[in-house]
């Protein structure tokens, strides 16, 4: 879920990479959103994989604060960086 890897961004530090091709799709998702500034890789021919190379989030955006913001006051929860 793009929420659980925006929590998953807050805590830490950036710029953060990744590389295997599911948390590719999901940094994807974020920053389609609005909720993320990344660096994707292209996908390869034949278009079922990505081509070499990671995905590097370089920053959350405002959106992508008051998303998970809003979504832990949902659960009773609050922003918190560190957890």
Do not use: K, W
Request: charged residues 25%.
């Amino acid at each position: 879920m793009p929420l659980n890897l925006l929590q998953e961004l807050a805590r830490a530090p950036l710029p953060r990479s990744f590389t295997h091709p599911a948390d590719i799709d999901r940094v994807m998702v974020c920053r389609e959103a609005g909720f993320i500034d990344a660096n994707i890789p292209p996908v390869a021919r034949g278009g079922s994989s990505y081509a070499e190379g990671a995905a590097i989030v370089t920053r959350i955006r405002p959106l992508g604060y008051e998303a998970l913001a809003r979504h832990l006051r949902e659960r009773g929860r609050t922003f918190d960086a560190q957890g």
